[in-house]
């Protein structure tokens, strides 16, 4: 059984601060999908990375897909309360044969004004 | 604006007492999947259909059953709820299915097992 770890789980910081969290596993992902979730709403996709080594970014958001496709950083800069939510990786594990995404538990963020 | 609908937002259950999610979607996207998501744990995919092809995952329990009459709507029912099944049930679509397509998330059905 493949195993998706995220860290930290839970992170509360200031406005302002700049952040990291990460997505882990022992097993190689061919793709790996960043997504956010609010209280009370649906996982809202916010990239897909899919090369090894790619490095995407949206405004204040930085994704990195590690070389060797195990891993993926997403760092915030300048947080603000509106980041506040999950931040839930989703990886597709190439030794498999499953046709649907591999969810991790998750990094609380709580971004304090 | 196209999107991803679950009614009821909330739904309170009897122990053992059937009960029915729906979803529904405008996106007109092929594949439709149900997750099950308790408090601090990761989404937990329990089935989805690829048009009218059932997937079921392996540790889904036989409690939990789905139907997909046509390309827009989607149902979760669970037979005889338990406690333990008291939780988020999120229902998310993607166009073409495979494992780079993104998922669209309605905001999901908390249900509750009294």
Redesign the interface.
């Known amino acids: 059984t493949q195993l998706?770890e995220q860290s930290p789980?839970f992170l509360s910081i200031q406005e302002g601060e700049n952040l990291t969290v990460y997505c882990n596993s022992s097993s190689v992902f061919?793709?790996l999908?960043w997504?956010r979730q609010e209280p009370?709403?649906?996982?809202?996709?916010l990239v897909?990375v899919?090369t090894g080594g790619e490095v995407k970014k949206l405004k204040r958001l930085t994704f990195q897909f590690g070389d060797a496709r195990k891993d993926s950083s997403l760092h915030i800069t300048a947080a603000q309360p509106g980041d506040t939510g999950l931040y839930?990786c989703?990886v597709?594990f190439m030794d498999t044969g499953?046709?649907?995404?591999?969810?991790?538990?998750?990094t609380?963020l709580q971004v304090q004004p | 604006d196209a999107m991803?609908i679950q009614n009821p937002r909330y739904q309170v259950t009897q122990f053992g007492k059937p009960v029915t999610l729906s979803c529904s979607q405008t996106l007109n996207h092929n594949v439709m999947?149900w997750?099950q998501q308790k408090s601090?744990?990761?989404?937990?995919?329990l089935f989805?259909y690829?048009d009218k092809d059932f997937?079921n995952?392996a540790d889904t329990p036989d409690n939990f059953q789905s139907r997909r009459p046509n390309t827009s709507f989607c149902f979760l029912d669970i037979r005889s709820p338990g406690l333990g099944d008291a939780a988020m049930y999120?229902c998310?679509t993607s166009r073409i299915?495979?494992?780079?397509s993104?998922?669209?998330?309605?905001?999901?059905t908390r249900l509750t097992v009294t």
Do not use: W
Request: hydrophobic content about 35%; cysteine-free; charged content about 10%.
């Open positions: 998706l789980q061919s793709s999908q997504y009370g709403e649906g996982p809202v996709l897909t899919v839930l989703a597709a499953r046709r649907a995404l591999t969810f991790g538990s998750g609380r | 991803v999947y997750y601090s744990q990761a989404p937990k995919l989805h690829y997937n995952e999120l998310a299915g495979g494992l780079n993104p998922l669209h998330f309605g905001n999901g």
